[in-house]
Structure formats: C-alpha cells, structure tokens
C-alpha cells in the first residue's frame, strides 16, 4: 500500500514529447494508485535549476544536472530522452569547420544541459553564451551569435531560416560509443518513502505506456505544446524522443547514461565519478 503524503510537484517541460509522455496522466487516462500531482512546465535548464533548490518531487532533468543532483534524486525507470543517431545540433549562418568550433561563441540553453555537456565532449571548451533554448534560432539568425546549439523542435526546423548544420551530436556520440545519445531523464527525490517511489515509477510507465498505445489520441494533445510545427513534423518529434527507451532504459540505454557520466568526469567536466541509481517498480 502507498503512503499517504501531500500532493506531489511533478514537473517537465512544454514540449510535444513530454506532453505526449504525461497525456495518460495529465487527462487521467490511467490509475495513478491514488497519487495526487500537480504539474509544473518549465524549461529543461529551469528545472535543473529547481530540483537543485530541492523544490520539485519528481521532474524531468538533464542526465549532465543528476551528476550534481544524485545525492537526492534516483533516476526513475521511464521517461528518458535518448537520440538514437541523432540529437543536439550546432547551427550557424554558414559551414563552420570542426577545429574553428572551439573557438567560435556558440548560444547554449544551459550549462548544465546534456546538450551542453555532449558538445564539450565532441569539441572541448568553448565560448559559450547561455540564452533560452526558443531564442537561440533567432540569435543565429540575427548574427547576434556565430552558432547555436539546438534542442527541441528546432533541430528539425533551422533549415528553414537558411541556417546550417555545423556539427552534430548524435551521429558523432553514436560513432564513437554505438549507443544512443542520453539527454533527458525523470527522477524522484530519494528521501520519499521507498513504496511511493516505486509506486510514482509505475504510474509514469503506465502513462508513457498509454500514449504509445493511443499514439492519435495523444498526438493531439501533444500539438498544444508544439509550438508552431506542422503535425507531420510534432509526430517525428514525438516519435524521436518517445520510444522504447522512453518506455523503460534496458541495457543499452542504462551503459549508454554510465558512460555519458564516466567521460564527462574524465574529460574534467564533472567533479566527480557518479554511478547511476535507478528506481524500478518491476
């Protein structure tokens, strides 16, 4: 039986993927085993920001924030966002070669992104100028920046703006690892009592679950959050990030977060070595 406590502060961000992952939940589709949530959507780097401050129960983050955050978070078995062969992607006016990278200003949604974190990996250290994620398109546009780095929808709309693919994230972690590119991930404060998190495990599953199984269903509802895409590009959105892995990590996906970690403390950018902990119902 489930603990009673007070109503959870579950949060993600305003976008067409994670919108589809909580339909079942936000629209009560499913049994949440009598849990209470309230929704908060915020920005990925907003997020991170918060659950640093303690402020969120469960939440979407960057797999690079858990490295400072898994003291008080564990890593719930669903909800990851994981780029099989594609991902992140730097953006400029023109072609920019790879060793002119590290030198050029590139706009980031945040320091502690995973996109972030990816792109010092591929390229080391840059100047880089932190700026929300829906502006950077623009900056680049603008010539306000040299380039920028993508998440979200705009990886499959900056050809539009006439902008171009510098370097890409997803086809260089793959080649170098042969594993998906770990991105997102929902977590849960670890000081819950053990059977709530177990149960808030089950109920996000179901709810991701639920989507994949009325993909129509929750691809509409999905097109609140899309922010100006056309359906047909919402629904490569959602199917990009929204996937088996989405549903549980299995073997690939939990190497793939371990190794993400392990290089980024070996290449100097993480303080210290950090073994995922992972919260599972089954």
């Known amino acids: 039986m489930t603990t009673a406590i007070a109503t959870l502060r579950l949060a993600h961000s305003p976008d067409s ?91 980031v949604p945040g320091l502690r992104t995973s996109a ?7 390229l080391g250290e840059f100047p880089a100028v932190v700026m929300p994620f829906d502006e950077i398109l623009d900056a680049v546009v603008s010539g306000r920046v040299d ?20 370097f890409e994230l997803g086809p260089w972690w793959h080649g170098r690892t042969g594993l998906p590119l770990p991105l997102g991930v929902n977590v849960v ?19 991701i679950a639920y989507g994949l199984e009325h993909r129509e269903e929750a691809l509409e509802y999905a097109m609140r959050f899309a922010r100006g895409l056309k359906p047909h590009l919402a629904d490569r959105f959602v199917g990009m990030y929204v996937n088996n892995y989405t549903l ?17 403390h070996e290449a100097g950018l993480l303080p210290h070595r950090v073994e995922p902990e992972f919260v599972t119902a089954d």
């Open 17 to 107: 993927d994670d919108a589809f992952m909580f339909h079942g939940l936000a629209n009560m589709k499913i049994d949440a085993e009598g849990l209470d949530f309230v929704h908060i959507l915020r920005d990925i780097e907003t997020l991170n920001r918060m659950a640093d401050a303690g402020e969120l129960d469960v939440t979407a983050i960057s797999v690079h924030a858990y490295a400072f955050l898994h003291d008080r978070y564990a890593l719930l078995s669903s909800g990851a966002s994981m780029g099989q062969r594609y991902g992140p992607v730097i953006v400029a006016r023109a072609p920019i070669p790879v060793p002119e990278l590290a030198r050029t200003t590139i706009a």
């Open 248 to 264: 549980d990590y299995g073997p690939d996906g939990k190497k793939a977060i371990r190794l993400f970690l392990k290089m980024g």
């Open 147 to 166: 380039a920028g780095l993508l998440i979200h929808e705009g990886q499959l709309t900056f050809r539009r703006q006439g902008l171009v693919p510098a």
């Open 116 to 122: 972030c974190l990816a792109a010092r990996l591929a």
């Open 189 to 207: 404060r670890k000081d819950l009592p053990t059977d709530t998190q177990l149960a808030i495990d089950r109920v996000l599953k179901r709810s």
